[in-house]
């Protein structure tokens, strides 16, 4: 499945857009995780491949992480076990550079095409030395996801939003994932300046914790993804339905008129 046609065809029909994010391997259910969250309205899913240094997480996504890898997580198991999955919308990655450069750029973007994954988030590789990677991911038609922050400047904002694939990741605050009391003015504000500069889906994350939160942070952009708010509820021993409920509130959030 393409992952860009996907979501402007959803954006087009009239619908924000809601990406959940899911730990690989964070539990023994994690899969189901998937299928729950997607049963209760996600447009498509990110599936993070547990690392030991995760420079853009936050402590919540750490600790899945962390916990994934005692339990014996790769990178390699979590993606072959993607590929068993049947769930009807997009599959997104986030990893890091070191994971992709260790397995080998074009032996890495066809296992993530074998496995049925449709896209990858690698945000410590930056714009400048992006061309490596991206040649092997298009060549697999694996789409690379692109991070804009609040305080990238006009110039490089729109080289982001045309190299980007398949959306376009606006990240709403300087700093690292993690649940958040309130919605920073500075997403307003970076989703409106990635409209001007594409047609791309834009898509607004880090700190997406509550329904109101998803309205709010949708009102200039296309939609939001939400993960510390789900990995933190199956930390404490949450299972999928837990997930999926909290997904379900934000999806009804956005689906009010």
Known sequence: MDLEPHLRARRDAGCKLLVPYVTGGIDARWLETIEAVVAAGADAVEVGIPFSDP???????????????????????????????????????????????????????????????????????????????????????????????????????????DRSRGFVYGVSVMGVTGERHAVADSAGLLAKRLKAATDKPVLIGFGVSTPQHAVDLSAESDGVITASVLMRRLLDGGGPDDAGEIVAGMRAALDRP
């Open 55 to 161: 420079v853009m997480d936050g402590p919540t996504i750490q600790e899945a992480s962390q916990r994934a890898l005692q339990a014996g997580a790769t990178p390699t198991g979590i993606i072959n076990s993607l590929g068993d999955l049947e769930i009807g919308v997009p599959v997104v990655v986030m990893t890091y550079y070191n994971i992709v450069f260790r397995t080998g750029h074009r032996r890495f973007a066809r296992l993530l095409a074998d496995n049925g994954v449709c896209g990858a988030i690698v945000p410590d590789v930056p714009l400048e030395e992006l061309p490596e990677w991206s040649r092997a991911a298009d060549d697999a038609n694996v789409a690379t996801v692109l991070l804009a922050a609040p305080v990238t400047p006009e110039d490089r904002l729109a080289r982001i939003c």
